[in-house]
Each structure stands twice: as C-alpha cells, then as structure tokens.
C-alpha cells in the first residue's frame, strides 16, 4: 500500500530541502496531499473533532435558545422584559414609591423600534375577602386592555373571562378557592392608600386563572388601573411599573440601558429574572464538562490515529531524513496535517450547527408533550427555538485546534530521536 | 412579585391598653397620688387599670402620621366598654371619614364606609399597620388579661417637679404572646404614664412611646399628646392628640355590634 | 472456522499493536469512567430528590382529610385513637408519623413571617429530614415539649437565635385567633434553604392544646423501599377508607416528573460519550483491517468463509472493548471509594442555596447501571466493528496478492 506514497513524499522531500522555512506553501500542499491520501482515516478523524465542535456549539445553541425561549415567556407572562420603576421601589416596594407622568414614558417608549407593547401597573399589598374569609393577597392595577394582548396569564387554564371593563377583578384559582368564591362573586379589597388613608374597592370576580405556579394562582388579585388609582388615591397618571414588551430578549437587551434616567430605575430581564440567570450559568458549566469529556476523548483517537500514521510513514521518514531532512521539519510536517485535519472537522461540525440551527431557528423544535406539565412549571414555551452561540464556538475551536496540536505532538516527539537507517529498516 | 408581600414590622405590647384604656384609667382625681414608697409595681399597674373596669369612655383625639416627606393629620373618635371591647372611627378627613374598627374580646373587624362592609381581620393580617400608623392591629388586639403575661418590677423611684416618678419594668413571662424582652414604663405617682421603651431580647431598645404634653381631661390628669418612634428612624412618627374625653359615660349595649359599626356615624 | 481460532487471530493482532491498542484502550477506559462518573452524579441528583421530597415530611404516603390539601387548617383534622397504627405490611414500613400543620404568621422583635406551624412526636420523626438536620441549640425532647425549633434561613429572617422567645398566631378550631410565646429550643440547618424558611416545629400535644383540638392533620408513612409503594398504598385506601390517602409522587408531581427524567439523562450521556468514542474505534479497527490486507486475503483463498473474517473483526472489537470497560469500570470504582460519599457544590455556585437547591450531591454506584454500562458499551463495539469487518469482507484473494 506504501509503495507510491513513499516514492511520492521523497520527490517532495528533496524538492524542498534546500530551505525549509521558504519552502513553507509547499509544506502546506505535502500535508494536504498526505491527509488525502488515507481519506478514511483523515474523516473518522475529522469527524470526531467535528462531533466534539457539534456537541459544544450545537447544544450550547440549543441550550441558550431554550433559555431565551424560557426567558420570553416567562417574561410574557406577568413580569415584561423591562420593567421602569421608582428608584427605590425594588427595595422598598411602599405604595408612595411610585412614578408620575406615565402616560408620557409610555407614548416614548412605545415609539422606540424594538417596543411591541408597553403598559403600566400599580401594585400594593391588601387585604382580599369574601364573607368570613379573608386572605392578604398583592393587588395589581392593570391596563387591562393592554395586558389581554400580550399577558399569557390572562389566557392560563381560565374560567369565565379576563377583565373587560371597570369594576372587574381577575384573580388566581387557589386564592378563589381559599376564599371560597366563584365567578361572579363579589370580592372586597382593603388596603392602605396613599398617606396611610383607607383603600378600599369592591369587584366582581369575572375570572380565575392556574398557571402552575402557586405563588402567581395563591396571592395575585387583578383590577383595572384606573380603579386602583381611585381606590389607593394615586393621580390618573401614577403607576408603580412600567413594563415593557420588547419584540425580542436581544431587543430588550439593548433598550433597557437607553430607559432608565434620573428618578426612573430600568431593570432588565437579568434583574427581573436572576433565577434563570442562575440557572443558565449553572447549565453553561454542565456543558463544559461534558464537552472537556467529549474533547478528552476525541483527543485520545487523534492521538490514536497519528500513532498510526507514524507507524505506517516510518519507512518514508526514514528516506527523507536519509535525503537530509531533520526530525524537526516531519514534526512540523505532521502538525500541519493535524491542523488540516482538525480546520476539516471545524469546518464539518460548525456547518452541520449552521444548517441545523438555521433550519431549526425557522421552524422551531415541538417540544414533547408529556413533558408539558414541568416544562409549563419552568416557564418554557411549547416550541423552542436555538440561537447560535458564538460564545460556544470561541471555546469550542481553540480548545479542539490545540488539542489536536497537542494529539499530533505526542507520537511525533518520538521522531527526534529516529535514525533513518532504523527507520528504513522497518519497511521490511 | 412575591417579593413585594413585605408585612410591617410591628408587634404586639401593652399599647393598645395604652392607647384606649390606659389613657382613661391611669389618673383619677380620686386617687391622684400613688400610696407612699411601699406601693408594689403590680399595684401601681393595677391600681392604674383595676379602675377602667366596668367603666366605660369616650374620647376624640387627633393622630398625625409623620414620615419624612409627607404627613397627616386625622381625626378619631374612641368608645370603650371594659378592656375588652373597643371602638374607634376615623372622623376626618373627609376621604377616610366613618372607616371603624371594632374590637369584640379577640375579634376585630373594620368597617369601610366606601364599601358598606365589615370585614373580620384574619390572624395572618394582624401584624399589619393600622390606619397606615406605627401601630399594629395587634397592638389593638390586646386581650384583657395581658397583665398576667408579665413580671412587674419597679426598678427605681425618682422625685422631679413635685412627683414621684416609678420606672416599671415589665419582662414578659416564658410563653407570653409579647416579643419583647423587656418592656420599661415611667408612671408619675399621679398614674400619668410618661414613657413606655420597648426592647428586644437582647435588651437593646427599639420603640418608644412617649408622652409630650399632659393635661386635664374630665377633671384627670392624662398624657394628651403621646408620639410613638423607632429609634432607628426618628423621622418616622405616630403622634395622638387627645381633644375631649368623657369617662363613665352611659354607652349603649348596641354600640359594639357589628350592626352599630355598620350604621353609625 | 472454530471460533476459539477466530478469537486467537482477533487477540494476536490486538497484542501485535500494543501501543496503538493501548491508546485505545485508554480512550474507551476514559469514556467508560466519564459516563460512570457523570452516572454517578446524576443517580445522586436522582436519589437525593427523591429522599428529599420523601423525608420533606411526605413519606412515601401521606394521609389527609378531605379538602385539607385545598384549605389546610385546623378544621381538616380528624382524629386518631391510641395505638392507630395500622397493622400492616410491618416488615415493609420503615416509620409512621402523625402531626399537625396549619398556616400560622410567626413574629420577632422586628420582622413577620408567614410559616407551616407543624406539631410533631419527636419520637416519630426519625422518618423525616429532622433526624438529619444538624442543630444549633437542641431538638425538640417529647410531643409536649411547648418549646419551637426553627430553620437557621428563618432565624437569619427574624434576627433571632436560639433560646429567644418568638410570637406565634393562627386560627384555633373555633375560628379565632390564637396566639402565644415560644421559646427557640434550636435551629435547625437542613440541605438547601427552601425548607427551613417554611416549617417551624413544636410538640403535638403542645400544638393542639394552643388551637384546641386533639386531631392530626396528617399521617404520613416511611417505606423500608420504594418498592413496596404500591401494596402500601392498596391497604392504605382500605384502611383510611374515608380520608385521602396520596403517593409523594401525587403530593410532588414536579419532583416526581424530575425523578423520571433522570432515567433518560443517563442514556443521553452514555450516547454522547460513546459516539465521541466511536469514531476512534471505528478508525483503529479499519486501520486493523487494511493493514492485515495479505493475511486475510490469504485466508480468503484458503476457504475462510465471509461471516468468519466478519466475526474475526467483530471479535477483535468486543475484545478491546470489554478490555476498555472493564479498565474504565475498575478505575471508576476505584475514584468513587476514593471520593468522598458528598459531593459539595456550594463553592462552584451560591445559587444552588440561593434557591433552596441543596448543593450537596450523595454519589451513588449502582451496580445495576455498571451492569447496563457494559452491555450497552459491548452493543455499541459490535456496531462499530460493522463498517469494518465490511471492508474485511470485500478484500478479494486477488486484491491482496495484486498488492
């Protein structure tokens, strides 16, 4: 089998002998025709760096795009991706730490591109009874209309219908039930306005909803705005939120800093979310791990694989260093080869995730349904959507490229001590 | 959202019974000065509220809610019936006024005149801030045996003006619902009480009620004007200010029913 | 061709390329012991769980009345006689406990809380995560012990500690108010926070002398084994005939749906690693195969039928592979008797804690999945083996001579 190749790289070896560091193009090609010359051995070999870079950007772009998705719709269903408030409201969450003048931050932000959708809310902390029973609970004020369009919990497992108009109140299953009232049952409101003054508001109950959550179907009373501001004395244009739906997660990113401004604090998703920021970064180390492994172990067969062609060219070394090559030059012989190898299985993993991610960013993934139920638990969407992750791609690709420099290192160190008398001899 | 469910920090003491009753039984013309130097810290107590038993009053004070960038001003009315049943309405102004709260023994129920409905406070709500003030409808709720639940000391007699002063320590016993470590009165001889410190377990001080004016009131001498601070937050305030106050007045059953807290005005 | 030749030609030409081999070898030890050890973790995740949700004061069973799920106070008790413990299945039960837990509001000097005011027998809780929890202070002495344990989350919440005195107040069966003064025996410090910000503990009877009535609201029972859930659950519903009897997987489906899920992460991870591995395989063993060109054309032309060159390919890759496992498996145990039983994440992210997650992980081995490991490992080298003894099977006698 060697027979052609031997006499192939000594027609080579001597045509590039006189400088070897000039002669550099021609290395370049010597590798290039070396590695195809065994095209099995050179696409098992590509395909296992091509399967670790896969592992790494593909499932990272899975991952990110499953976080994303989480994060939207998590996002979307009560918390928005930005949320304005008073500076101290976060901390301090008093029915006085409110922000004026909402109707102006709304028509601004509204005109920004990037924006879908931007309502306000006024929340406070207030007694919740029906009868003899009585639960404290958070009442929200919210323009209804507004919420009905981008709020999924106004669509959660509902019975009856979401807030239509003044004097309705849409609330969570388990505070119903433990306030043993039904749909079109009065519920009375009391809490403490502006001021320490009396707030206090009677509504019909016109729906309930279960999203899964107990904090959000256990304590959170929905009325219109305009009745809250009445009832906790706030001017027709104080809110405590303003919560912004941005077209998407990347587009909130980017308009969070530019809303913020004296007396107005801008939180983003991250700061509305920090359990999903947690969760993401716990997940990120998981993914190395099992990408180290993986790269471990495809290091391993390239390591394996130069062993192999050491042992089979050891014949054409010995001719080319009987013709005056030094050791040094075939190990940089073969470290090119290693790189060639390794660009191939780059080239082969990062366009098998291009296409697979493009494709898939289109049409999305069906996530299982009878996962559903602890999917709808972690606030994921029923179809996914990855997002390729440069972040994999520039940990992924140094790490392979120096690993197969290292794999193809290994075996080729034992070249310096190679004499090419004992190497000829081992063709026999 | 849940994060935003902060309750207020407030807790129960002796203070309703120094708000409601205590104002009204600590000094009678009748008894204006403390027997000498051998009275105990349970009679001075006692002696103070043996007296509001059975004997009913009205009373209109004024409670300011300072805080540091807003304050007001409200106007109360106050009937009491014995020490256990207790009724208060908010008088002005006008967008709180006729909003009740009624004490029945360990009952409570408010009244909101916007919604023409009484509601039973539930345990889970008592640790909140009544009226938007420093004070807790615990601090309302006090069941009319509370003397039982501390050990009474006086812990040092001073003269100043004419009047003995007594520092009462009051340590809440083992299984006492009060959680204080300690709580410490200044009561003149005439049983005006002049302050009332609150500590924690480690007997550090955190509130104090203090008495800034006194005055005469149907022939007593009483603090009119008390303020209630932590001493944490100095510009954070609740201040009573007492107007009129009639003592063995003739207060019908009716009035400390639910109906009544309904119907009145 | 006797397989016992077959197996020596395999092994000769194993033997032949040590070094290669070797290399080999390690690869497959390597990713063996990968997927051991990620088995290893997950199993721990998986079993921690479980242990957590049962001894979170579920049991493998839990018995209510009907509607406390739905409203759990005091009014959905019911009462249980002397000695109620059901006779049944004895040997299969590990403990029984009865108690009580309502919503109550608990308060200290500065801060309000809402907590599950829970009336335990000490004596009966060995069957729950308060016979794990380490304690500042000391655990409660006797089911009319008056005195609270809390969680060390809930002490740092109230800025208190132990042997202070902490106000409690929740409905009694009248429908009124109760409220009182307990001393704090101890705190409590369990795995994760989410537990010690919820339960606050005192002894039974102390509990229903305070809210006036002698009734539980649960009964809930420990299994030796998970195993026996099911003929336990069967004489539960006939014994509690007119309460709910519930699984902890109905209690906690979330944490159930968990449970199952990490069946599945194990086979992802065994198939990542291994297809990584593959391709190394797959390359040695064509290289095999090219460089014995001669000798099986040789053989060829000797009457060696195809499905022999087939089996001495398919051979020679169970063979390295049962090598690799079994290197991979012995040096997996070795580093799990090595490692230490918990494995403490707490330093890699405070957000386990920070959500209630316990950050600890008991690894666990199973011999069960050891088991699995090789049987899937020795499938997936008869797989790779394929492609090969393909090529195997395509030398020509005249192939080989021509060369």
Same mark, same amino acid.
């Given at each position: 089998?060697?027979?052609?190749?031997?006499?192939?790289?000594?027609?080579?070896?001597?045509?590039?002998?006189?400088?070897?560091?000039?002669?550099?193009?021609?290395?370049?090609?010597?590798?290039?025709?070396?590695?195809?010359?065994?095209?099995?051995?050179?696409?098992?070999?590509?395909?296992?760096?091509?399967?670790?870079?896969?592992?790494?950007?593909?499932?990272?772009?899975?991952?990110?795009?499953?976080?994303?998705?989480?994060?939207?719709?998590?996002?979307?269903?009560?918390?928005?991706?930005?949320?304005?408030?008073?500076?101290?409201?976060?901390?301090?969450?008093?029915?006085?730490?409110?922000?004026?003048?909402?109707?102006?931050?709304?028509?601004?932000?509204?005109?920004?591109?990037?924006?879908?959708?931007?309502?306000?809310?006024?929340?406070?902390?207030?007694?919740?009874s029906?009868?003899e029973?009585?639960?404290?609970?958070?009442?929200?004020?919210?323009?209804?209309?507004?919420?009905?369009?981008?709020?999924?919990?106004?669509?959660?497992?509902?019975?009856?219908?979401?807030?239509?108009?003044?004097?309705?109140?849409?609330?969570?299953?388990?505070?119903?039930?433990?306030?043993?009232?039904?749909?079109?049952?009065?519920?009375v409101?009391l809490?403490?306005?502006?001021?320490?003054?009396?707030?206090?508001?009677?509504?019909?109950?016109?729906?309930?909803?279960?999203?899964?959550?107990?904090?959000?179907?256990?304590?959170?009373?929905?009325?219109?705005?305009?009745?809250?501001?009445?009832?906790?004395?706030?001017?027709?244009?104080?809110?405590?939120?303003?919560?912004?739906?941005?077209?998407?997660?990347?587009?909130?990113?980017?308009?969070?800093?530019?809303?913020?401004?004296?007396?107005?604090?801008?939180?983003?998703?991250?700061?509305?979310?920090?359990?999903?920021?947690?969760?993401?970064?716990?997940?990120?180390?998981?993914?190395?791990?099992?990408?180290?492994?993986?790269?471990?172990?495809?290091?391993?067969?390239?390591?394996?694989?130069?062993?192999?062609?050491?042992?089979?060219?050891?014949?054409?070394?010995?001719?080319?260093?009987?013709?005056?090559?030094?050791?040094?030059?075939?190990?940089?012989?073969?470290?090119?080869?290693?790189?060639?190898?390794?660009?191939?299985?780059?080239?082969?993993?990062?366009?098998?995730?291009?296409?697979?991610?493009?494709?898939?960013?289109?049409?999305?993934?069906?996530?299982?349904?009878?996962?559903?139920?602890?999917?709808?638990?972690?606030?994921?969407?029923?179809?996914?959507?990855?997002?390729?992750?440069?972040?994999?791609?520039?940990?992924?690709?140094?790490?392979?490229?120096?690993?197969?420099?290292?794999?193809?290192?290994?075996?080729?160190?034992?070249?310096?001590?190679?004499?090419?008398?004992?190497?000829?001899?081992?063709?026999? | 959202?849940?994060?935003?469910?902060?309750?207020?920090?407030?807790?129960? +003491?002796?203070? %309703?019974?120094?708000?409601? =009753? !205590?104002?009204?039984? /600590?000094?009678?013309? &009748?008894?204006?000065?403390?027997?000498?130097?051998?009275?105990?810290?349970?009679?001075?107590?006692?002696?103070?509220?043996?007296?509001?038993?059975?004997?009913?009053?009205?009373?209109?004070?004024?409670?300011?809610?300072?805080?540091?960038?807003?304050?007001?001003?409200?106007?109360?009315?106050?009937?009491?019936?014995?020490?256990?049943?207790?009724?208060?309405?908010?008088?002005?102004?006008?967008?709180?006024?006729?909003?009740a709260t009624l004490?029945?023994?360990?009952?409570m129920w408010t009244f909101t005149p916007?919604l023409n409905r009484t509601i039973r406070l539930?345990?889970?709500?008592? +640790?909140?801030? %009544?009226?938007?003030?420093? =004070? !807790?409808?615990?601090? /309302?709720?006090?069941? &009319?045996?509370?003397?039982?639940?501390?050990?009474?000391?006086?812990?040092?007699?001073?003269?100043?003006?004419?009047?003995?002063?007594?520092?009462?320590?009051?340590?809440?016993?083992?299984?006492?619902?009060?959680?204080?470590?300690?709580?410490?009165?200044?009561?003149?001889?005439?049983?005006?009480?002049?302050?009332?410190?609150?500590?924690?377990?480690?007997?550090?001080?955190?509130?104090?009620?203090?008495?800034?004016?006194?005055?005469?009131?149907?022939?007593?001498?009483?603090?009119?004007?008390?303020?209630?601070?932590?001493?944490?937050?100095?510009?954070?305030?609740?201040?009573?200010?007492?107007?009129?106050?009639?003592?063995?007045?003739?207060?019908?059953?009716?009035?400390?029913t639910l109906f009544y807290l309904k119907s009145?005005? | 061709?006797?397989?016992?030749?077959?197996?020596?030609?395999?092994?000769?030409?194993?033997?032949?390329?040590?070094?290669?081999?070797?290399?080999?070898?390690?690869?497959?030890?390597?990713?063996?012991?990968?997927?051991?050890?990620?088995?290893?973790?997950?199993?721990?995740?998986?079993?921690?769980?479980?242990?957590?949700?049962?001894?979170?004061?579920?049991?493998?069973?839990?018995?209510?009345?009907?509607?406390?799920?739905?409203?759990?106070?005091?009014?959905?008790?019911?009462?249980?006689?002397?000695?109620?413990?059901?006779?049944?299945?004895?040997?299969?039960?590990?403990?029984?406990?009865?108690?009580?837990?309502?919503?109550?509001?608990?308060?200290?000097?500065?801060?309000?809380?809402?907590?599950?005011?829970?009336?335990?027998?000490?004596?009966?809780?060995?069957?729950?995560?308060?016979?794990?929890?380490?304690?500042?202070?000391?655990?409660?002495?006797?089911?009319?012990?008056?005195?609270?344990?809390?969680?060390?989350?809930?002490?740092?919440?109230?800025?208190?500690?132990?042997?202070?005195?902490?106000?409690?107040?929740?409905?009694?069966?009248?429908?009124?108010?109760?409220?009182?003064?307990?001393?704090?025996?101890?705190?409590?410090?369990?795995?994760?926070?989410?537990?010690?910000?919820?339960?606050?503990?005192?002894?039974?009877?102390?509990?229903?002398?305070?809210?006036?009535?002698?009734?539980?609201?649960?009964?809930?029972?420990?299994?030796?084994?998970?195993?026996?859930?099911?003929?336990?659950?069967?004489?539960?519903?006939?014994?509690?005939?007119?309460?709910?009897?519930?699984?902890?997987?109905?209690?906690?489906?979330?944490?159930?749906?968990?449970?199952?899920?990490?069946?599945?992460?194990?086979?992802?991870?065994?198939?990542?690693?291994?297809?990584?591995?593959?391709?190394?395989?797959?390359?040695?063993?064509?290289?095999?195969?090219?460089?014995?060109?001669?000798?099986?054309?040789?053989?060829?032309?000797?009457?060696?039928?195809?499905?022999?060159?087939?089996?001495?390919?398919?051979?020679?890759?169970?063979?390295?592979?049962?090598?690799?496992?079994?290197?991979?498996?012995?040096?997996?145990?070795?580093?799990?008797?090595?490692?230490?039983?918990?494995?403490?994440?707490?330093?890699?992210?405070?957000?386990?804690?920070?959500?209630?997650?316990?950050?600890?992980?008991?690894?666990?081995?199973?011999?069960?999945?050891?088991?699995?490991?090789?049987?899937?490992?020795?499938?997936?080298?008869?797989?790779?083996?394929?492609?090969?003894?393909?090529?195997?099977?395509?030398?020509?006698?005249?192939?080989?001579?021509?060369?």
């Amino acid at each position: 089998m060697s027979d052609i190749s031997l006499t192939d790289g000594t027609l080579t070896a001597v045509a590039i002998r006189p400088d070897i560091k000039r002669a550099t193009p021609e290395l370049w090609g010597v590798a290039w025709r070396n590695i195809t010359r065994t095209k099995r051995r050179t696409w098992l070999t590509a395909c296992g760096i091509a399967f670790a870079i896969l592992m790494m950007t593909f499932v990272r772009s899975l991952q990110v795009g499953a976080f994303i998705g989480a994060v939207d719709n998590s996002a979307r269903i009560m918390l928005g991706h930005i949320q304005l408030q008073h500076p101290v409201y976060e901390d301090d969450p008093a029915i006085e730490n409110s922000i004026h003048g909402i109707n102006d931050i709304i028509a601004d932000v509204e005109s920004r591109p990037g924006v879908e959708i931007v309502s306000a809310r006024a929340q406070s902390f207030a007694l919740t009874s029906s009868g003899e029973r009585s639960f404290g609970a958070q009442i929200i004020g919210v323009q209804y209309e507004k919420e009905a369009v981008w709020s999924s919990l106004t669509r959660m497992q509902v019975d009856g219908r979401y807030i239509e108009g003044p004097g309705e109140a849409f609330i969570g299953s388990a505070l119903a039930r433990n306030l043993g009232i039904t749909i079109g049952d009065e519920l009375v409101i009391l809490g403490t306005a502006v001021e320490g003054g009396v707030a206090a508001l009677v509504a019909d109950v016109v729906g309930t909803y279960t999203s899964g959550q107990p904090e959000l179907d256990r304590a959170i009373v929905q009325v219109p705005l305009q009745d809250f501001q009445v009832a906790w004395t706030l001017a027709p244009d104080e809110a405590h939120t303003v919560i912004v739906i941005a077209e998407s997660v990347a587009d909130s990113e980017e308009l969070a800093p530019q809303l913020g401004r004296a007396g107005l604090r801008s939180l983003n998703w991250r700061d509305l979310q920090p359990e999903m920021v947690q969760m993401m970064e716990m997940k990120l180390i998981g993914t190395y791990v099992l990408f180290i492994l993986v790269a471990i172990i495809v290091i391993f067969s390239v390591v394996n694989s130069f062993m192999m062609i050491i042992f089979e060219r050891t014949p054409e070394f010995g001719m080319l260093m009987a013709v005056g090559m030094r050791p040094h030059h075939i190990i940089i012989q073969l470290q090119i080869e290693a790189l060639l190898v390794c660009i191939l299985g780059i080239i082969l993993g990062l366009g098998i995730t291009a296409v697979g991610v493009g494709i898939l960013s289109e049409t999305g993934i069906a996530l299982p349904a009878q996962a559903g139920e602890l999917l709808k638990s972690m606030a994921m969407p029923e179809r996914m959507y990855p997002v390729f992750s440069f972040g994999a791609l520039f940990i992924a690709v140094p790490v392979m490229v120096l690993g197969t420099q290292l794999a193809a290192l290994i075996p080729g160190l034992r070249l310096r001590h190679m004499h090419a008398v004992d190497a000829l001899r081992s063709a026999e | 959202m849940t994060r935003n469910l902060h309750t207020r920090i407030d807790s129960s +003491s002796l203070i %309703w019974v120094t708000i409601v =009753f !205590s104002l009204v039984g /600590l000094t009678f013309t &009748d008894r204006s000065h403390a027997a000498e130097a051998d009275i105990t810290a349970k009679e001075l107590v006692e002696a103070a509220i043996d007296q509001t038993r059975g004997i009913s009053s009205y009373a209109e004070f004024s409670m300011v809610i300072h805080r540091p960038d807003w304050e007001r001003t409200s106007s109360l009315k106050s009937w009491t019936r014995g020490r256990k049943d207790a009724l208060i309405r908010f008088i002005a102004p006008a967008k709180d006024a006729g909003n009740a709260t009624l004490k029945l023994g360990n009952k409570m129920w408010t009244f909101t005149p916007k919604l023409n409905r009484t509601i039973r406070l539930p345990y889970s709500l008592m +640790s909140q801030s %009544w009226g938007g003030s420093d =004070f !807790s409808y615990t601090d /309302l709720s006090r069941s &009319d045996n509370w003397l039982n639940e501390y050990d009474l000391s006086i812990a040092s007699v001073t003269t100043e003006d004419d009047h003995k002063i007594y520092t009462l320590v009051a340590i809440p016993h083992d299984n006492a619902p009060v959680v204080w470590g300690k709580e410490e009165m200044l009561i003149r001889d005439d049983y005006v009480m002049l302050q009332h410190t609150f500590y924690d377990q480690s007997m550090e001080p955190l509130k104090t009620l203090e008495t800034l004016e006194i005055g005469e009131r149907d022939g007593r001498m009483m603090a009119t004007r008390m303020r209630m601070v932590k001493l944490n937050a100095p510009e954070k305030y609740t201040e009573l200010i007492w107007g009129e106050a009639d003592f063995d007045v003739e207060l019908e059953d009716q009035m400390f029913t639910l109906f009544y807290l309904k119907s009145g005005e | 061709m006797p397989i016992t030749l077959l197996a020596q030609l395999s092994l000769r030409n194993i033997v032949r390329h040590r070094r290669r081999n070797l290399m080999l070898l390690m690869a497959i030890a390597v990713a063996v012991l990968t997927v051991l050890m990620a088995n290893t973790v997950i199993r721990g995740m998986q079993y921690d769980l479980r242990e957590q949700t049962v001894s979170n004061l579920n049991g493998h069973i839990k018995v209510h009345a009907p509607g406390y799920l739905d409203d759990p106070s005091i009014a959905r008790g019911f009462e249980l006689a002397a000695g109620w413990e059901p006779k049944i299945n004895v040997s299969e039960v590990e403990g029984w406990a009865a108690r009580i837990r309502i919503p109550a509001v608990i308060m200290s000097e500065r801060e309000t809380r809402g907590i599950q005011f829970v009336g335990i027998d000490p004596a009966q809780e060995s069957i729950s995560f308060l016979s794990k929890a380490h304690y500042d202070g000391q655990p409660l002495n006797t089911s009319s012990d008056r005195r609270i344990i809390i969680g060390k989350e809930m002490a740092d919440q109230l800025e208190t500690q132990v042997g202070r005195r902490l106000v409690i107040i929740t409905q009694g069966s009248d429908g009124l108010n109760r409220e009182a003064g307990f001393r704090i025996a101890g705190v409590y410090d369990t795995e994760g926070t989410a537990i010690e910000k919820i339960f606050v503990f005192t002894g039974v009877t102390a509990l229903q002398n305070m809210v006036d009535a002698i009734v539980v609201t649960e009964v809930s029972v420990r299994l030796v084994d998970d195993a026996f859930q099911l003929s336990m659950l069967d004489s539960l519903l006939r014994f509690f005939a007119d309460l709910e009897v519930k699984t902890w997987q109905q209690l906690e489906p979330l944490a159930a749906a968990f449970f199952l899920f990490a069946e599945s992460a194990i086979y992802l991870y065994f198939f990542i690693i291994m297809t990584a591995l593959i391709f190394g395989l797959v390359n040695t063993l064509v290289t095999s195969v090219m460089e014995r060109v001669h000798e099986l054309g040789m053989l060829r032309a000797v009457g060696m039928r195809p499905g022999a060159v087939v089996m001495q390919v398919v051979i020679e890759s169970t063979f390295i592979m049962m090598i690799g496992v079994a290197l991979g498996l012995t040096l997996g145990w070795l580093i799990f008797q090595l490692l230490p039983p918990v494995l403490d994440l707490s330093s890699f992210s405070e957000g386990f804690e920070k959500f209630g997650m316990p950050a600890k992980i008991h690894l666990r081995l199973h011999v069960s999945d050891m088991v699995l490991i090789t049987v899937m490992s020795m499938v997936f080298g008869v797989l790779a083996s394929l492609y090969p003894a393909k090529r195997a099977v395509k030398i020509s006698p005249l192939e080989a001579l021509r060369l």
